[in-house]
């Protein structure tokens, strides 16, 4: 990591970043990363990793994988397999599609195995230390009752970020702080790193913006 | 469905028939489908569809769908993104990844307004029932105790297949049955449809046989 | 079942009918009984199956099972034990405690091996269909979106329960219908036998009433 | 915790110790810890928790709850209705019943809140590490593949006691480490306070054998 903050724009399964426009959306933040200098990495849906990172040279996560390995897992999503459809990394443990505590371990040393890099999404202060013990590249705190919100965490619940950066930084100094939850403006990304975050993890902000390449414009204004 | 019977192949999550190998694998059905009239399903990881559907021209099949549709469903596979990705039918509560009651109906009504064909995975006579009065295309009754047994369900409960047919009859007659667990030989196929199956629902028989294309021709050596 | 409609109080995890309160709600559930000759049984958290069984001649049904039986299932709620501590009969995937499918199914074999009474709660006419396919003793139908609402089902969408009726009278019509959601009075339970249902099942129209035991005398007001 | 070691008796859903033979193998456990001033802790299935609780004076902790509280959450094991009908304490997290991170952490506010100790039981030493940052009493380690193998933790693998011990030192000195897994006599109950460990969880090693009060007996007979 370099010390521009890292943007982590996850596509959820919203209509307005699927197939094609999946696509579309990840050149619009390559462009931007482009132009600003800025790491910003794409999260598409995982049937569309594979034309995804086919088409743009920014970084591409799966939004999930699950603690199998090759083997009889039918319908399972495999480190390995994300990996190989041309991903560099993974979501684990999204509030909504949250893991059992062990598939959470497991699933980070196949990912590691896989050489992909980690964000472990956690929901308060504690769940943060306990995440941060299993070692992730990252942890991004995202207090659910704010996601979607437009209220940023980085405002509403501040002590949430710099007690989860406070907690992590001594459990397990290596591991980096991303925030979200109602992120969508620069100053929003502004205020995460003021409060020790290396970054942010945003969705609907972009994704639903009438306009998602200038809302990436203006996340990435002050940095 | 003509009245040749139905292979589908399930790639699971064997390193065999991932990435790369999983487009060749695809590609070896498809030289048996040609060159048997027999129409051969292949049922990729989900992150290879894409690429293993723009390789073939036999059906792909996802492996698993969930019931969420549209949203802020981070991580989840949704009918109309593996659809976009080039699928044109899914498996839906494989034994390895069974699904709640109420999720198998949600993701079959997503998959019909998809328009993918559906197939859903049962282990015993009362389940087939209760999954065919949820009207999917197929349900491929397989007791979880044969899958990778290399002893054919065919064979080695004979009866499970047959009052399947039966009962699935009286539910919901438009709903086809398939049948899986231990299936590897031409002979196996055989035996499953003398018993009403019109297809079977195969993988390591396959996908783990030391000359996979040798076992594909084989399967369809006697329809 | 009598021809007097049977009333199941769903007492949930509230405050209001938990420990010492599960009894004196289930005492209120008895008199009123006794009082009208109308069936009803007494739904209280597992833990205080044993405590209120011990307490009134009424039926006692356990909210939820698992498809577990006696072994190493740390944790799990198994058929016998319910039994044992005094249940004579248990939900069975309620909207707020969902299952698998086979799980389902394995619950019921469990529960009528301990000689349990089932109710399978679904949310729809297709799933109903399912349930019944299953051959519990009762479904009850609840659109969750009703649940809690004070909006009876039996208004709010008398056709899903008609449409209930008639769908199992075609599977299997050896299973009898419930209905639930937003039932809290006398009239609720009157529209709800005119649709075909032989009872209701409801939980805050009684436990979150002021004086509950006045809101059952005024369910079984019309029977 | 006085400094002599806690056995913790898991009675799983074993029918050796259900029902009434819950309460009869919960008497033999508050007699072996009368008679030698060892502390044993009587886990029984949840609905005989009530029944157990009002025979014996030793602990009575139940096998599992879940995230949930008071109110809508039909069929949840509250923390609340497990301490009201007896229960001063509690597993969580078990290797038969795991929980979401997410629900870990909500399950042991939970229970901090209703006045029970807790147990959280892990997998190996990075989840131990996870566990122990959120502060519960003690953490259980036991290696899945170990439970029930009449081969202990103790000698089979005692790193990851010993290693459990000393990351739980770094990351919370206040949790206290149990282990389990393969235990079955004083000895195997010697090696793990050797280890570091402050006592045992134990099932089958006492619940299966042929006269399980000696076997009880048999575990004390070191401390």
């Known amino acids: 990591m370099d010390k521009k903050p890292l943007i982590v724009l996850n596509f959820k399964t919203y209509a307005e970043s699927m197939g094609e426009k999946a696509v579309v959306m990840a050149k619009y933040c390559e462009e931007v990363s482009k132009d600003s200098g800025v790491k910003i990495v794409a999260c598409p849906q995982i049937p569309d990793i594979y034309r995804v990172a086919g088409s743009v040279k920014i970084p591409v996560f799966a939004q999930h994988i699950d603690a199998a ?74 207090p659910p009752e ?14 949430i970020v710099s007690g989860s950066v406070k907690a992590v930084k001594t459990i397990n100094p290596h591991v980096k702080v991303l925030c979200g939850a109602g992120i969508s403006t620069g100053d929003d990304v502004a205020a995460a790193i003021e409060l020790g975050a290396v970054g942010v993890l945003l969705a609907s902000g972009v994704i639903k913006a009438k306009d998602p390449k200038a809302a990436l414009f203006d996340l990435v204004k002050k940095i």
């Open 69 to 142: 390995g090759a083997g009889s897992y039918t319908g399972h999503i495999t480190a390995d397999c994300v990996k190989s459809a041309g991903a560099t990394g993974t979501l684990i443990n999204h509030s909504e599609r949250r893991l059992l505590l062990a598939d959470i371990d497991s699933a980070l040393l196949s990912a590691k195995k896989a050489g992909l890099a980690t964000i472990v999404c956690t929901n308060n202060i504690a769940v943060t230390s306990a995440a941060a013990a299993l070692s992730p590249d990252y942890v991004a705190i995202e």
């Open 146 to 159: 704010l996601i979607g919100s437009g209220n940023p965490v980085s405002k509403a619940n501040p002590e």
